[in-house]
């Protein structure tokens, strides 16, 4: 279960829309309540829930797009498999273009994930197998950082034009990496305005939660060189001399500014 410090941590960034936990479930979820409501796609219950405050859970029948592929609830569709969709949404300039992301696209073991249960951060009562976030550029600066402050993991993003919640919702826990996209770049969330654009989705899986909280606890939000006061100042030059000092024992010349 989430810690209350972790709740604190995510709930002191300050994000427009707050950060939500995820949980993939086998069979039906127990004390939690189904959505109820307009049928939508799965990356608008991921906002449903940021504007709601609610937890809840939803199964395939409740997907109006395609999450519910990318979780293996349901198999590829042919039509859309074959790449007439994507030819036919102008989004590729064959099929044959389209059909390669069906062959590449990540999805979590078939029959495994029957319902997702949604909550935000704040109210979380379950340990999340993904927690996601909606940023703005700052925001998404400290998040990112925490991603590798501890182990120095690089950051990438893989995404598709289509069909990016596989990226979001199944790519991260397939693989224990963090994925971000940015909104206004993707059609379905494009589509059907789920976020303005210019904003940071950020995927984090459980393999990362607990070293992205620690690191949140841990790392200056403001790194050194972006704070304006004396004693920082003070401190940079202090460490910025000591690397002239090594260059001078190991023979090298030193450029950072």
Not at 101 to 124: D, H, M, W
Not at 154 to 165: A, D, F, H, N
Not at 187 to 205: D, E, N, S, T
Request: charged share 25%; aromatic share 10%; net charge neutral.
């Amino acid at each position: 279960m989430l810690s209350d410090k972790a709740k604190e941590l995510f709930s002191k960034l300050g994000m427009e829309y707050p950060a939500i936990a995820i949980k993939y479930h086998a069979v039906r979820p127990r004390n939690v309540s189904p959505y109820e409501g307009e049928k939508l796609a799965f990356c608008q219950y991921v906002k449903h829930a940021q504007i709601s405050g609610s937890t809840f859970y939803i199964s395939k029948s409740d997907d109006a797009c395609y999450g519910k592929m990318a979780l293996g609830m349901i198999p590829k569709p042919p039509v859309t498999a074959c790449g007439q969709a994507g030819f036919d949404f102008e989004i590729y300039r064959s099929p044959i273009a389209n059909q390669q992301l069906y062959q590449k696209l990540p999805v979590l073991v078939p029959g495994t994930v029957n319902y997702v249960q949604f909550a935000t951060v704040e109210s979380c009562d379950f340990d999340p197998d993904l927690i996601i976030c909606v940023a703005d550029l700052p925001q998404a600066d400290i998040i990112m950082r925490a991603t590798s402050y501890i182990t120095g993991d690089l950051w990438e993003s893989k995404s598709s034009p289509v069909i990016s919640c596989a990226w979001m919702y199944a790519y991260p826990v397939i693989s224990g990496k963090v994925n971000h996209i940015t909104t206004g770049f993707y059609h379905g969330l494009k589509r059907r305005k789920a976020y303005p654009a210019g904003l940071r989705m950020i995927a984090i899986p459980y393999q990362k939660i607990d070293e992205v909280v620690t690191a949140l606890g841990q790392m200056p939000w403001t790194p050194i060189a972006f704070r304006d006061d004396e004693e920082s100042r003070a401190e940079l030059a202090r460490r910025m001399e000591n690397w002239r000092t090594m260059a001078e024992e190991l023979d090298c010349e030193i450029d950072l500014r």
